[in-house]
């Protein structure tokens, strides 16, 4: 990943690398490594449903109504869901009922949105730095949609690729509450730690991947998903995310953390990879983002 500055004269032509000696706490990026490694540490859980619906949707020939079961023990997510449901960018109709939702969202429609409401109801909620959480949320609720459109017209798993880019930034959360201050602590400012942030958060995604108990290849695509190669070979999971980056980044969606000044963008020599791999010429890309637009109202 890299990033780009808004008042960079290259802007919107190039990137700029952050590093980390652009952090003048190096401690930082030893404590967010060492405590990833430990034994000890506990990454952040998913409440209980949610984890069953997430092991639940990784089976193949899955009937909606055993995700409905699941679901309906939490009354409040029900409550969430369906506001959520009806918004426009599911078409913005009345939604009365989880059956009526699981017609309008299919499975993975409605796996994505409980990760979503959990991720940002109960996860990763507050902080001295939750400005930033929530603009993480909302920045991998936008490259699901797209990562999921870049895997229909490739012919990669729509469902998995969706999933990957929901999570796959779900380790900067993490990360910001390994550093979390303790009660009666000031907190670091932001641009003094985000090197180290950005440098780990892809082994803080491989964490939460093995405690979620993700499938082996979304695991590994979570794990390495700003790199086209996992394992040494191209994917196309990873291209998929690689390339709603991109997008996402052309349609000014792209992450971009309050007070940093930064936008994320993909490396361009992955992009290129990735559209080379996957036979994304200019004609699909042009098909990618008409139908991103059509469903990012």
Known sequence: MAWQRRNDPGYGHGVVELSSEDDPHELVLERIRSELSSPDYAP????EVA???LRLSQQPDLEPRAILQVISQDPSLVAQLLMAAQSPLYGGRSVQSLQQAAARLGIR?????????SLRMKVFRGGPWQSAVREVLRAARVRSVIAGIVAEETGADPGKASLCALLSDMGVAAILMILAPKRGQAAAELHTIWPAVDATHEEAAGRLARAWELDGEVRAVVANHHKLRVGGVPNHLTGSLIVSGA??????????????GFVMDEEPHQVRDARKFMRLDTD??????????????
């Not at 952040?44 to 409440?47: A, M």
């Not at 997008?247 to 940093?260: F, H, N, W, Y």
């Not at 699909?284 to 109202?297: D, E, G, N």
């Open 247 to 260: 997008v996402a980044t052309r349609l000014g969606l792209s992450m971009e953390i309050p007070g940093l």
């Open 109 to 117: 429609g409605l796996r994505d949105l409980v990760l979503q409401i």
């Open 284 to 297: 699909a890309m042009k098909r990618i983002v008409r139908v991103t637009k059509r469903r990012l109202p």
């Open 51 to 53: 984890q069953q619906v």
């Open 44 to 47: 952040p859980t998913l409440p």
